[in-house]
């Protein structure tokens, strides 16, 4: 299963708010939070989102032509992104699959 050796951190950032990242055993971060969180409980409560069907998955190219991902709750908030750019979708796909989505 992609992502078995993952790991999570959460750490509290230089504004005193909380945020999580996610990394692969090899150390790289594939993930990260994309806002920070006052209290540490909301904070894990995005990190541990799992697959949530009302999540809505994009992946699109950014300026640069590298293919990234985000991931919106139903009011439209982003609550996930990829952490960097993929030269191929299926890349970004593959690295999305780690945080819940399915094809």
Known sequence: MAGEKDSFEVYE?????????????????VGAACEGYKNRADCEANMNRGANASDKWEFYEDKRGEWRWRRKASNGQI?????????????????????GWSP
């Open 13 to 29: 950032d230089k504004r005193g708010e909380w945020r999580w990242r996610r990394k692969a055993s090899n150390g790289q971060i």
């Open 79 to 99: 609550v996930g992104a990829a952490s960097e750019g993929y030269k191929a979708r299926r890349d970004a796909e593959a690295n999305a699959e780690r945080f």
